[in-house]
């Protein structure tokens, strides 16, 4: 038996896998990635912060002449870019854009900026990034003239590239020029700013080739050009495991746990009897039943229904595989007379043996004579105390025995009323053997009032027949 084997990515009718695409097998971070000698054209837009100390305005000529005043606090960014990467982590770039904003009187300027830039990056697919270069910053306006400085221009970002064809880009930048003022002060004019580029040059990932995988484990027939020691296939013919490097595992009895000693079988899946079939709680082995008789012998891995408590002699089901020849539903090694069935009279009916009521107990069994009430009355008149107390006596001896204790009534008078008091006079009999040492347990009390009559209830002497309390054994 052969474990199933893992699915292949993709299965020809043929048999011949066609392995996933070169970009599907490239983990996430590297897909679409930079590559050397490529191009990007790109476009920016954002936001230019300018300083309080700049110096973009032109000097004072005369009575024409123009004179410093702050810009405003942020205007618009907007440009072009166009690079080449020779390499995949590094570019050269030129960029140019306008600022248009206010000046602190309220008339327009434009600032203009052309910059190349080197540029370093990480080459993966979201790539932080490194830039410094040189450039111009200029400005137009009516109130501050037309002026243009050179400026250090230097910052970072990070890049995600969509696609092959399409990339995000985040620009920081800081243009460091000449501050407002005499000497060598620095102004620092940040921007803001978010791109999209294109992509061009970038080389289209070669058709994947087809691989053979005959059996369809996702592991490579052996000899084939381009697959790894790792990805070929041990046992082409037959599907397996990786971990078995392809080979199916033995599984020599059957029994859905495979034979020790094979590559990535986990220790709860190896069998610790290969050549027999047994139950996986008990490792594989076979189940023991000594004496055959479809239950279990004890220390099992088994429910406890199923657990043999006579394992070397056969025995029914119903008496947890032990045997009993008499059929007296108890066992012979608790049976006393294991060749002759119980009689199950309430006399020593654990022992097995068959037996008689004895005749102290027959003798209180049926209608108990001398057992008298006041009338109409529950109330137990002394002179019922013997016989009552060789009833305690009896059961005391006895203690095994389980009793009825009846009363009933004469026809006389409302049967509703006959019903009670003979209810009451039965209680009252069981409440004086329970006082006397009687376990209540063992004790039924039941009124009949005169719904069974042992006499005719036609004459005085019938009546008191009639009137009377009855000892049963309870079966």
């Given amino acids: 038996m052969t474990a199933p084997p893992p699915a292949a990515s993709a299965t020809s009718t043929a ?17 679409h990635r930079p590559v050397r000698n490529s191009w990007e054209l790109g476009i920016y837009g954002g936001v230019f912060l300018p300083s309080t100390r700049h110096e973009f305005y032109e000097p004072d000529l ?5 004179g410093y005043q702050r810009l405003a606090r942020a205007g618009a960014d907007l440009g072009l870019r166009v690079g080449y990467y020779p390499l995949s982590f590094l570019g050269l770039e030129l960029e140019g854009g306008v600022m248009p904003m206010k000046v602190a009187d309220g008339r327009p300027a434009t600032l203009y900026t052309f910059r190349p830039v080197v540029l370093a990056q990480l080459p993966y697919r979201i790539a932080p990034f490194i830039r410094v270069g040189f450039g111009l910053l200029g400005i137009s306006s009516p109130s501050l003239g037309k002026d243009i400085d050179p400026t250090l221009n230097v910052g970072g970002g990070v890049k995600f590239y969509i696609n092959r064809l399409l990339a995000l880009r985040l620009d920081i930048v ?3 020029a000449t501050a407002r003022g005499v000497g060598n002060a620095r102004s620092n004019n940040l921007e803001i700013l978010l791109g999209l580029s294109l992509r061009l040059g970038k080389q289209k990932e070669a058709p994947a080739q087809s691989l053979r995988d005959t059996d369809g484990d996702g592991l490579y027939d052996p000899g084939q050009v381009g697959v790894a020691p790792a990805d070929e296939d ?3 013919q037959e599907p397996g495991p990786r971990e078995n490097r392809g080979c199916p595992l033995r599984d020599t009895d059957g029994d859905g746990l495979y034979d020790p000693g094979q590559a990535g079988v986990a220790p709860a899946d190896e069998d610790a009897c290969p050549q027999e079939p047994g139950p996986r709680e008990n490792r594989g082995c076979p189940l023991i039943d000594s004496d055959k008789d479809g239950l279990f012998d004890p220390n099992q891995p088994v429910p406890a229904e199923q657990i043999d408590l006579c394992p070397n002699e056969p025995g029914p089901r119903e008496l947890k595989g032990c045997p009993d020849r008499d059929q007296d539903k108890i066992i012979d090694q608790n049976d006393k007379c294991p060749d002759q069935p119980e009689v199950y009279n309430q006399i020593a009916d654990s022992d097995g043996c068959p037996d008689e009521i004895p005749k102290e107990v027959k003798k209180i069994s049926g209608v108990l004579e001398g057992i008298y009430f006041d009338v109409d009355k529950d109330t137990i008149k002394p002179r019922s105390k013997p016989i009552l ?3 305690v006596k009896v059961l005391k001896e006895y203690s095994e025995t389980r009793w009825r204790i009846e009363g009933h009534t004469d026809s006389d008078g409302d049967r509703e009323h006959n019903m009670d ?3 009451r006079r039965a209680e009252a009999v069981r409440n004086y053997l329970v006082e006397h040492g009687i376990d209540a347990q063992r004790l039924v009390p039941q009124g009949f009032g005169p719904d069974q009559p042992i006499d005719t209830n036609a004459t005085a002497k019938g009546k008191a027949k009639n009137r009377r309390i009855e000892f049963k054994l309870i079966d």
């Fill in 389 to 391: 107390d060789k009833a």
């Fill in 174 to 176: 800081n243009n460091v």
């Fill in 62 to 66: 005369g009575v024409e002449g123009f």
């Fill in 15 to 31: 048999g011949t896998t066609q392995p996933r695409s070169a970009e599907e097998r490239t983990p996430w971070i590297k897909r």
């Fill in 234 to 236: 041990a046992c082409p």
């Fill in 421 to 423: 008091l003979s209810q």
